[in-house]
């Protein structure tokens, strides 16, 4: 799913680089937009499907994980499902590549073990988050 630059408003300033492929609809024009806001654009290697691993994660862990389990019913229902599966995917959802930590989690700091856990649901009740309860 592809968002319009102009509609981030604010957030453009949170981009600082692209990472694409080097299909041809790309132009240069398209990467004049982006580096109009200050945004490094990057092309992967050619003939190497490997370099974007990230990208294509997260791509599979939103099918299999959020999409793939709802009846869409618009671009907008969309948009607010992938950009609540993205915050969870960024802020609770553990990694195996960085200890079972979430990607905003600070790895410095180590959490007291609680003995009470609170549950939340997110994605439209579709993953349940667990937090340490205050």
Same mark, same amino acid.
């Given at each position: 799913?592809?968002? !319009? @630059?102009? &509609?981030?408003?604010?957030? $453009?300033?949170?981009? +600082?680089?692209?990472?694409?492929?080097?299909?041809? *609809?790309?132009? +240069?024009?398209?990467?004049?937009?982006?580096?109009?806001?200050?945004?490094?654009?990057? *092309?992967? !290697?050619?003939?190497?499907? =490997?370099?974007?691993? =990230?990208?294509?994660?997260?791509?599979?862990?939103?099918?299999?994980?959020?999409? /793939?389990?709802?009846?869409?019913?618009?671009?907008?229902?969309?948009? *607010?499902? @992938?950009? #609540?599966?993205?915050?969870?995917?960024?802020?609770?959802?553990? =990694?195996?590549?960085? /200890? &079972?930590?979430?990607? @905003?989690?600070? !790895? *410095? $700091?180590?959490?007291?073990?609680?003995?009470?856990? &609170?549950?939340? &649901?997110? $994605?439209?009740? @579709?993953?349940? #988050?667990?937090?340490?309860?205050?």
């Amino acid at each position: 799913m592809t968002t !319009p @630059l102009w &509609q981030l408003g604010n957030r $453009v300033s949170d981009f +600082t680089h692209l990472i694409r492929d080097r299909d041809a *609809k790309f132009t +240069t024009a398209f990467d004049a937009v982006f580096i109009s806001e200050d945004i490094t654009v990057a *092309k992967i !290697p050619p003939r190497s499907p =490997h370099c974007n691993p =990230h990208a294509e994660r997260f791509v599979r862990s939103a099918r299999e994980e959020c999409t /793939d389990r709802f009846l869409i019913y618009g671009r907008d229902h969309a948009e *607010k499902i @992938l950009h #609540e599966y993205a915050t969870h995917f960024n802020r609770h959802r553990p =990694h195996q590549g960085r /200890d &079972q930590l979430a990607p @905003l989690d600070d !790895p *410095k $700091v180590i959490p007291f073990p609680t003995a009470r856990i &609170q549950r939340r &649901q997110a $994605v439209a009740s @579709l993953i349940n #988050e667990y937090r340490p309860a205050s």
